[in-house]
């Protein structure tokens, strides 16, 4: 059970003073103050969240991460690359997730100050109803008051001229005590009847204040379970994400565990491979060494050659020039 209460700590000795309700309804403001600040921080979280995911999508699609990689160690990196994707995934599903938080909060917010303005009209009518009657009664105390000195001096004026003024006067002094007396009893009537009103209005004020006050305990214990349990989620929340993206990073962890040095070795070797045999040792050769050590090179066997036979030894025509041989050369006789 809890010991405080707002029906029993709110109260002032002063009818017209609204100090306790105010504290009240300042710290109902500053609790809804703070719900809406919890709501705007998990929309900023939201947005940051989305944010950091699409980064982290670009990331994996677009930057090249060990794209030359071959065989089991290129799956892992695949696998990386997928899970890293993945996790951008799910911090942009966080930051819906946040955002469907933030509009419970409003509206949880919204409902709160709508039921609480019906309690507060009502409130602010019933002040403004008992303040006015007590400024009615304090005045017709104040009227109240007057008229008993006005009956007082009244009196003092018949005594104290009983027989030194005429009978006129005498009967004068009498009429206006009477009318003293009078309205006196006017305005005790009316003050009465003031305090009699006041005092049922103070009544159902009372009572109003007390159910105001129980209301509005209810509703700030209401409030606090509501923001203890939304700020409970959010963590939960964050705390599920981390489990998550640790269960993808454990898939890149499987998928490295799958990855063999040897195999990678391996595979390079019989996709790339140039050849098996190295290049001779390069020796040194004097030249000197190599001509004496020649051998002599054997001409090959000639290739038989057909020539045409001598040619004929020129005869001149009838009527054409002589040809005359000398050593072999012809020679044109004219």
Known sequence: MREARFR??????????????????????DGRKNCKEFEDFLKERAIIEEKYGKELINLSKKKPCGQTELNTLKRSL?????????????HIQLAQTLREEAKKMEDFREKQKLHRKKVELIMEAIHKNRNLQYKKTMEAKRLYEQRCRDKDEAE???HRNANLVTQKQQEKLFLKLAQTKSALEDSDRSYQQSVTTLEKIREEWQKEHIKACEFFEAQECE?????????????????????QNDEKYEEIRKSLENCSIEKD???????????????????????????RNATPVRSPVPVPISRRGP???PT???????????????????
């Open 8 to 29: 029993d700590n709110f109260w002032s000795t002063d009818l017209t003073s609204t100090a306790g309700y105010d504290s009240i309804i300042q710290h109902l403001n």
């Open 78 to 90: 695949d696998v990386f690359k997928q899970q890293i994707d993945n996790v951008g995934q799910g």
């Open 156 to 158: 003092q004026a018949v």
């Open 223 to 243: 409030r606090i379970n509501y923001f203890r349990n939304a700020l409970w989620l959010h963590v939960n929340q964050l705390s599920q994400d981390c489990v």
């Open 265 to 291: 070795v391996d595979f390079f070797v019989n996709l790339r491979k140039t050849g098996s045999l190295a290049p001779a040792p390069v020796v040194y050769e004097n030249y000197y060494n190599a001509q």
């Open 311 to 313: 040619l004929p030894t």
């Open 316 to 334: 001149s025509a009838p009527g054409e020039p002589d040809y005359a041989t000398v050593d072999g050369y012809s020679l044109i006789h004219h």
